[in-house]
């Protein structure tokens, strides 16, 4: 019998149970008893589905109270000093304290004895690879120790068995873990702590094997990175030791292909080996000539990152040739865990029945995977022989429905030509006549777009989806919010205005309102980290704008006021990025026809007299993959869609984007064959520093350098922004340089934003006054 398991279940619950218990503990109306009860309610909850779906063998350790990454650093000993309880053990305190900081008992050694307690930094938070999921950074110090402090593992095993359940426990592999964290202090190696840290590995395979468990899965995703050469070395290091604990060793490796490291992989010394065959199917049938007679073969063919469901032909197709050659030794699986996708389908009420059939969630593709795993041994079973027929009968609804194909869409994407992503001149020329236009002064002063979210404007979005507040009233209110933030930045006296983006609820969700192609779920919650959750649109036909999105706001803020107004916009790439994707086309496909889509936008923006149009492309980067063989591809139909939403206008139109995140040095070059006339990015955390790769690459347009952190309420004076601008103007010739915050203020609260921007507005005058 082919067996079926799961990589991991999402944690946070259906109805994101385990996001509101975590938030009542957290403000003190729950207990700790009551958080704990919860979670054993979630996990036994996930295991009877996936078991009802049909899945042999279920994971244990995919639920944490936060992160996995987090709860392996517990378990691990991996404390930093600032987090380290005075004796004993850590606890939920510890636990929740190295993810959202806190306030510590040890005393700083400041002027007054130190008796004031220290506020206690979390720690830093970054993607999980590819995913919109992010992980607490494992901190690493160069006489870091390892020792088995946190025994959640061994007690969810032991919940599970008393369940009746046949589990298998999920670990972080030692390589991946070790990959993933950060070495502090002193400069080392963290290889180095390999061999330090094999014993703790060791010592808990054999507390599983003591506890009845068979197999155990190690995941080391890192093997579909690029691997420098002794982390590959390091690979059969470590593995060699951890073959003789007395349990069987699945090695499972998820979000892209092994390619270099196929042989690696596959001649570890372990006894199974679990591969993508979504994200990269042209891992089969190659594997099959290098995997050892006696190991087992897990194939990823059910999509674990995405809400479609499963093209059962398709995967069996390649299944059934694999169980030919592999018999038991076949494994049925989706293609990593199932944290990145929603829980459950049936929970949407309010979604079409065509739409609703096409879709698949966590207990869905489980029972995808069951289903496969049984075909193979009973392909005439009808309850195998209706899940087929049903699955082509998907197929074959979406190849032919009108919903999704559009031929207008797909004959305008077909015609575009190179001139459609070119403005008519070159930057040199277009800036001479912009400034003609726009008459700013130097260092020209504006902000990314968003003004404070207030709890009025969200209580005005919420009555008015209600049907408590009318259309008219709801514009009145949107009106009345933009009256208010161009009066305010007229007093502020800021040189480009925006109109606030008060009627956004989000800068992607908004955007794919308003599109065709694009529909919403109720309760596609996914994991972000910790309690946070995101809900991303999906996108599931050709994608058009039906009619103008931003105009009738933007085109109000300017008759508000004779300065400049900039619309504001999201780009095709951030679009695509936080959204589902299709499957049946490709991400550059989609990415064309939302640029498509913006670039109407774009012109219909500048038909208004808007003279400045922002088009955000926040998620830019995120985008690059795994893998830097593929990035060149990506760059390309990345930087190709931007310039095709930006094309549309003429020279005195000003085009700007905005990206922030902390890591410019390998996208420059893309960056500039972008070719918006200004860019705003985040820098003022890293004191200017980021602009070095600008400086470097002699980045030839404008440049916006973020002059405050707006991720914090602290109010920076002026001589503080201005000394940041002065280090910017050692990089980019003063000409060049605007002022604004980091990012959209939309976070922030009105106060701080007027005071801020009062001091910003008095740096930019400081440095016209020296250059
Ligand atoms: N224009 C958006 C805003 O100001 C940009 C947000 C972002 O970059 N994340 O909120
Ligand atoms: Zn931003």
Request: proline share 6%.
């Amino acid at each position: 019998m082919a067996l079926s398991h799961s990589l991991g279940f999402p944690r946070i619950g259906r109805d994101r149970e385990l996001k509101k218990a975590l938030e009542a503990f957290w403000k003190g109306e729950l207990d700790e008893a009551g958080l704990r009860a919860v979670g054993r309610q979630l996990r036994a909850e996930h295991w009877q589905l996936q078991k009802d779906a049909g899945i042999d063998l279920l994971p244990v350790g995919d639920f944490a109270w936060y992160d996995q990454v987090l709860t392996h650093s517990l378990t691990f000993g991996v404390i930093p000093e600032r987090f380290r309880p005075d004796a004993g053990q850590p606890s939920l305190q510890t636990l929740f304290a190295m993810a959202r900081g806190g306030v510590g008992r040890k005393s700083s050694n400041s002027c007054c004895g130190g008796a004031h307690p220290q506020p206690l930094l979390a720690e830093e938070l970054t993607k999980w690879f590819d995913t919109n999921y992010h992980y607490l950074v494992p901190e690493f110090t160069a006489d870091q120790s390892f020792s088995l402090s946190w025994q959640q593992l061994f007690e969810e095993v032991e919940e599970a068995h008393a369940l009746g359940h046949k589990v298998k426990p999920v670990l972080i592999g030692p390589l991946t873990y070790l990959w993933l964290g950060k070495a502090k202090g002193q400069v080392f190696d963290k290889l180095d702590l390999l061999e330090r840290l094999l014993p703790v590995y060791g010592e808990i395979l054999q507390r599983l094997a003591a506890l009845g468990v068979e197999w155990v899965q190690i995941d080391e995703p890192i093997l579909v990175l690029d691997l420098p050469q002794d982390w590959k070395n390091a690979f059969e290091r470590a593995y060699n030791l951890l073959q003789r604990e007395p349990v069987k060793k699945l090695i499972a490796t998820y979000f892209g292909g092994l390619a270099d490291n196929l042989g690696l992989a596959a001649s570890l010394p372990l006894d199974g080996l679990h591969i993508d065959l979504v994200r990269a199917p042209e891992q089969y049938p190659t594997i099959l000539d290098r995997l050892p007679a006696y190991k087992v073969l897990s194939l990823g063919v059910v999509n674990g990152r995405n809400v479609w469901r499963c093209d059962l032909d398709k995967a069996l197709a390649v299944l059934q040739h694999a169980h030919d050659r592999l018999g038991e030794r076949l494994w049925v699986a989706p293609s990593c865990s199932l944290l990145h996708s929603p829980v459950d389908l049936a929970r949407e009420d309010q979604l079409d029945a065509d739409l609703k059939g096409w879709l698949a969630f966590a207990v869905q593709k489980c029972a995808e995977v069951a289903v496969l795993a049984r075909a193979l041994e009973q392909p005439e079973s009808p309850e195998v022989l209706a899940a087929l027929a049903a699955s082509r009968a998907v197929q074959q609804d979406r190849a032919a429905s009108p919903r999704i194909h559009k031929p207008d869409v797909q004959a305008r994407v077909a015609a575009i030509g190179p001139q459609d992503s070119q403005r008519p001149s070159p930057f040199a020329e277009r800036i001479v006549k912009q400034r003609e236009r726009l008459q700013l002064p130097a260092f020209p002063t504006t902000t990314i777009g968003s003004f404070p979210q207030t709890a009025a404007i969200r209580l005005a979005r919420q009555a008015f989806k209600q049907g408590k507040l009318s259309e008219a009233e709801y514009i009145e209110a949107m009106h009345s919010e933009i009256r208010h933030a161009v009066e305010i930045q007229e007093q502020l006296d800021l040189d480009v205005l925006v109109h606030g983006e008060a009627e956004r609820n989000d800068m992607v969700e908004y955007f794919a309102e308003q599109l065709d192609g694009y529909a919403f779920t109720r309760f596609g919650w996914v994991q972000s980290y910790g309690s946070r959750c995101v809900k991303p649109a999906v996108i599931y036909g050709d994608l058009s704008r039906p009619k103008a999105m931003t105009v009738e706001w933007v085109r109000y803020a300017q008759g508000l006021t004779s300065k400049v107004m900039k619309g504001m916009l999201t780009g095709p790439v951030t679009m695509l990025m936080w959204s589902f994707p299709r499957e049946d086309v490709s991400r550059e496909v989609q990415a064309k026809q939302l640029a498509l889509a913006i670039r109407d936008e774009v012109v219909d923006l500048e038909a208004a007299g808007i003279p400045i149009v922002q088009i955000d492309e926040a998620a830019f980067r995120e985008g690059l993959p795994l893998r830097q063989e593929q990035w060149k591809h990506y760059l390309d139909w990345a930087t190709e869609a931007f310039r095709l939403c930006a094309s549309g206008v003429r020279d005195e139109t000003q085009i700007h984007t905005h990206m922030c995140y902390s890591e410019f040095n390998d996208v420059v070059e893309s960056i500039a064959a972008m070719d918006a006339d200004v860019i705003t990015i985040e820098t003022s955390r890293s004191d200017m520093e980021l602009l070095e790769a600008f400086e470097a690459f002699a980045y030839p347009n404008e440049i916006g350098p973020g002059v405050y952190d707006i991720h914090s309420p602290r109010v920076p004076d002026s001589a503080e922004m201005a000394g940041l601008l002065r280090k910017a103007a050692e990089r980019i010739p003063a000409e060049r340089l605007w002022v604004n915050p980091d990012c959209g203020l939309k976070t922030r609260a009105w106060p701080e934003t007027e005071a801020a921007l009062v001091n910003m507005v008095a740096a930019a005058r400081q440095l016209r006054a020296e250059f």
